[in-house]
């Protein structure tokens, strides 16, 4: 009688683990950069204890850059990258879902993991004149050849960017701003 107990425990726990996705950033290959997102935060007991939204940004997948609109329901409250900053991510349901390791701020090499529902399209986004606009792929991925930039392999600072003397910021005109 105690035997079955014992190993509906054991089989209970076991598949509890095996569901836990993994906190280490090498086992997420794609980056994906966060331009904006739209949250609400929900609290119990004054305590936060849910944030949902949606948002834009870049997936790095193969060397390529697809533009990406998500919604997400996540434990804790998600921030956009800053700058060139990407965050590690795979594929939960090819195309469709994503679980993204996103860091806990002010707690370094501790991340919690947020899956986002999404709609990959067929460009990539950009900003110009102030706004996002729509590039395509094979633009952005010279824009990335040119200044050394590859999220996916370790190089997520573009090297090689014209910075107007004037302002001390790059041109409007570049991807990935």
């Known amino acids: 009688m105690r035997m079955p107990v014992l190993l509906s425990a054991v089989l209970l726990a076991s598949s509890m683990a095996a569901s836990a996705e993994s906190k280490n950033p090498a086992d997420y290959p794609l980056r994906i950069h966060i331009f ?3 949250q609400t935060t929900f609290y119990h007991n004054r305590v936060e204890d849910e944030a949902k939204g949606d948002g834009r940004a870049n997936l790095f997948e193969n060397g ?39 860091p806990v701020f002010g707690k370094s090499n ?27 792929v094979d633009r952005f991925k010279e824009w990335m050849v040119k200044h050394d930039y590859d999220p996916e392999h370790g190089k997520g600072t573009p090297t090689n960017l014209r910075v107007d003397p004037a302002s001390g910021r790059e041109p409007e005109t570049q991807p990935q701003r």
């Open 36 to 38: 904006g997102r739209n």
């Open 64 to 102: 390529l850059p697809h533009a990406v609109d998500f919604s997400y329901e996540c434990g804790e409250k998600i921030r956009p990258s800053f700058g060139y900053e990407t965050y590690p991510a795979k594929w939960k349901k090819p195309g469709r879902e994503l679980v993204v390791l996103m």
């Open 110 to 136: 501790s991340y919690f993991t947020c899956d986002f529902k999404t709609d990959v399209k067929t460009f990539a986004y950009a900003t110009g004149n102030g706004r996002m606009i729509e590039e395509p």
